[in-house]
């Protein structure tokens, strides 16, 4: 049931349902008041606090996913496919992750912004939700975008802003109050209705969510200020020194309690937007025609001519999955104990993907500790320890996987497919006999012989090469999608 149905009395297009108004006048506190107020609901995962938007989230709210550039920090793993496409988790993709978030908030309408790769992206998206998100008075969807030129725009997206200038055209035409801008690359789970509802609450021209974090963190991230009402007022990239400290913001604003607003003083971009649908009309076609970015140009510009930008609160986990070595942490946190950094068994707001209707994994006398294994796997006489096994993974007797991640495969090989190989000299898809690996990435349908060592025996940092099937990249090995590794090489 949407959330404004469940409220009797009169809905006005605009006036929050009762159980709400009482918040909303807490919310406006006096200026004149000493204490400054908490203006939003802090957005923490698996929070069941209530959430009132009135016109509903899948009527009124457009979901933008932007895919992101050449995705050159991740590549080998984005040689074949769009940074969003890249697997996660064992069953998952990046994608699902935002687009799973819109659907747990009731954000049913969504397009998906994409210039690079787009194949893999394009199929999976097709078959998880091409048919499941729409039907009878729902005209929800998910739909990618592809980059294109047009006589108005001979040029391929150029930033952020500008995929989304290129597409207004399509967007405006949808009757909606706010386009709700999201990353593609991203780990965290988020209820976009709280985002929304303070927007709307604070009369925002653009929020953008904020994350809390220590003096450590913050010289990485983009910066912001605010004053005692949440408006953001000033903008810092990557600031050290002097400027860093200036950077020092009362978190307690945005509703950390005390202690924690101590330890986290700063409050980082975190590359997710709500805006009205008017302001982004106005910002991208007359204030600012030519801006590329919104991060860096479109939202700065925004405060310097006097919109309101509010900071709105996410105080759980979130990752930026941009590099070989910030994916790999992110994976291997999931098999973290006793709780994970994130967590795929959220009942109130599940991931969802592709259904595969794959077999269950079938794991015969290995020894398994502290790892995730996905679907369709068949694991013999091996040992795994603090390792995400991917779909349709086929490990060999003697093999031993360290604090690694195997995608998997893309599909099984017959056994007259093997046969072949094997009488051809030809190496199976999955992990060979006695081979032993780790702290690497095996992407999909690689092909790794017998006993070869994938361990970074002289813990090299940094390596290319490509010709030979692998990258080393912040010491960690990554075998290319489709690779062959020949029977007892060491790496």
């Known amino acids: 049931m949407p959330v404004a149905a469940a409220f009797p009395g009169d809905l006005r297009r605009g006036a929050a349902p009762a159980g709400c108004r009482a918040a909303g006048r807490r919310l406006r506190a006096s200026p004149s008041a000493r204490r400054p107020f908490v203006f939003s609901p802090r957005g923490v995962s698996d929070s069941s606090s209530q959430t009132c938007l009135d016109p509903d989230a899948s009527t009124s709210v457009l979901g933008i996913i932007l895919g992101g550039g050449a995705g050159t920090r991740l590549y080998p793993l984005t040689k074949k496919r769009a940074k969003p496409a890249v697997p996660l988790g064992a069953n998952y993709r990046l994608i699902d992750i935002p687009v799973s978030n819109c659907l747990n908030s009731n954000v049913s309408k969504i397009y998906v912004l994409t210039q690079f790769n787009s194949a893999s992206l394009n199929r999976h998206l097709s078959r998880a939700y091409g048919n499941n998100i729409s039907g009878y008075k729902n005209e929800g969807f998910v739909e990618v975008l592809a980059a294109q030129q047009s006589p108005e725009n001979p040029n391929w997206f150029q930033g952020t802003a500008d995929a989304v200038r290129q597409y207004m055209w399509l967007f405006e035409e949808h009757n909606v109050m706010e386009f709700l801008i999201l990353a593609g690359d991203h780990l965290y789970r988020m ?5 929304i509802q303070a927007h709307r609450e604070t009369d925002a021209d653009i929020t953008v969510a904020a994350l809390p974090m220590d003096e450590q963190r913050a010289t990485a991230f983009g910066l912001m200020k605010i004053d005692d009402e949440g408006r953001i007022v000033e903008f810092a990239e990557k600031p050290k020194g002097e400027k860093l400290k200036s950077m020092m913001v009362d978190t ?8 924690r607003a101590k330890e986290l003083p700063y409050i980082a971009s975190m ?8 302001v982004m009309l106005r910002l991208l076609r007359e204030n600012f025609p030519s801006a590329n970015d919104f991060g860096s140009e479109v939202i700065p510009g925004a405060t310097e001519i006097g919109m309101r930008v509010q900071a709105y609160l996410y105080d759980g986990y979130w990752e930026d999955i941009g590099t070989i070595e910030a994916f790999y942490n992110a994976n291997l946190g999931i098999t973290k104990k006793p709780v994970p950094d994130f967590s795929f068994y959220d009942r109130s707001a599940p991931i969802y993907t592709q259904p595969r209707y794959l077999p269950p994994s079938k794991v015969l006398d290995a020894d398994v500790t502290g790892s995730v294994i996905g679907e369709g796997c068949v694991i013999k006489h091996c040992t795994i320890n603090h390792s995400v096994v991917g779909l349709r993974s086929c490990i060999s007797e003697g093999a031993v996987i360290e604090d690694s991640l195997l995608m998997g495969a893309d599909y099984y090989e017959t056994e007259d497919d093997k046969k072949v190989l094997s009488e051809t000299g030809g190496i199976p898809i999955g992990i060979g006999k006695n081979a032993h690996i780790r702290k690497a990435i095996i992407d999909k349908n690689a092909r790794i012989g017998e006993n070869v060592k994938i361990i970074n025996f002289d813990n090299v940092q940094e390596a290319v090469r490509e010709t030979e099937g692998y990258f080393i990249k912040s ?7 489709d690779a ?8």
Do not use: A, N
Not at 191 to 195: A, E, L, N, R
Not at 252 to 259: A, C, K, R, S
């Open 475 to 481: 010491g960690i090995v990554t075998v290319i999608k």
């Open 191 to 195: 209820d976009y209705q709280k985002f």
């Open 252 to 259: 307690t604003i945005l509703g950390l309690d005390p202690e």
């Open 271 to 278: 590359g997710i937007y709500v805006f009205s649908k008017d």
């Open 484 to 491: 062959v590794i020949p029977s007892g090489t060491v790496i």
